[in-house]
């Protein structure tokens, strides 16, 4: 019930007055039946554009820190994420894939859309890296079409580290499904599971349009953190005066 109520009365009419999204492809979204609808991911605001503006309910997986914030203001993200359906994932450890592949599937044997970001992470400089595969697992397990999605603009309307998003108009784009019945059964095969992976990032990038990374992202924020953290350390900043 609250899903339906942020998004028809409390958040869904305030989202499409500041970002004004254009909405392309909506045709491509099943009317009936379980899919996936991966996107590349560029802003917090994200989880919320798209659950806006389609007519389906879909459940996003979410990072487990969104549920565990500290004080008042934690808890009330926590609340606000699970009401309106969203699923929090552990991205620590070992079995953090799995744990994400597990809550997917669930979602996915319900017949509903499965909101997933390949790549894994927020991209910190509005380009598209490298996407995991455990998207492709989860396609050729439950045996799904899925429809890849662009998000253009909501970098530059909210960057990572922006509270208060800036009045910048989205696209929010939406390509054709993507069968991958061929390779039934294979879902422990690596080199399928890459070249289904690989397959729908290229399909995001044509829509999208950005430039592409072979990488990672959370490697490349690992070593970019990393090679500042070398840098305060030979050059500390003096203190003024």
């Known amino acids: 019930m609250f899903y339906y109520l942020l998004k028809y009365v409390l958040l869904g009419p305030l989202l499409r007055l500041v970002f004004r999204p254009r909405i392309e492809g909506l045709e491509h979204i099943p009317a009936t039946g379980a899919a996936i609808v991966a996107g590349n991911h560029l802003s917090f605001s994200d989880h919320f554009l798209m659950p806006a503006i389609?007519?389906?309910?879909?459940t996003f997986l979410a990072k487990a820190e969104y549920f565990t914030g500290p004080g008042l203001k934690g808890r009330l993200i926590a609340t606000f994420?699970?009401?309106?359906g969203q699923i929090p994932v552990d991205?620590?450890?070992?079995d953090a894939g799995q744990a994400a592949i597990r809550e997917g599937l669930g979602v996915l044997r319900k017949d509903e859309l499965l909101g997933i970001y390949p790549e894994g992470t927020r991209s910190h400089d509005g380009r598209l890296y490298?996407?995991?595969?455990?998207?492709?697992?989860?396609a050729l397990k439950a045996q799904v079409p899925v429809v890849?999605?662009?998000m253009i603009g909501t970098f530059e309307a909210q960057p990572p580290g922006k509270v208060i998003p800036?009045?910048?108009?989205?696209?929010?784009?939406?390509?054709?499904?993507?069968?991958?019945?061929?390779?039934a059964g294979m879902e422990n095969e690596k080199a399928i599971l890459r070249a289904v992976t690989d397959e729908i990032m290229y399909a995001i990038l044509s829509l999208s349009e950005q430039e592409y990374v072979d990488q990672y992202a959370a490697v490349v924020k690992a070593e970019q953190a990393a090679a500042g953290a070398v840098k305060e350390r030979r050059f500390p900043r003096l203190p003024l005066g």
């Open 54 to 58: 389609l007519k389906r309910r879909i």
């Open 81 to 84: 994420f699970r009401s309106a």
């Open 91 to 94: 991205r620590s450890g070992k």
């Open 130 to 138: 490298k996407g995991k595969v455990g998207v492709a697992v989860m």
């Open 148 to 150: 890849p999605c662009a």
């Open 166 to 183: 800036n009045v910048h108009p989205v696209v929010i784009r939406f390509g054709k499904p993507l069968d991958f019945s061929r390779y």
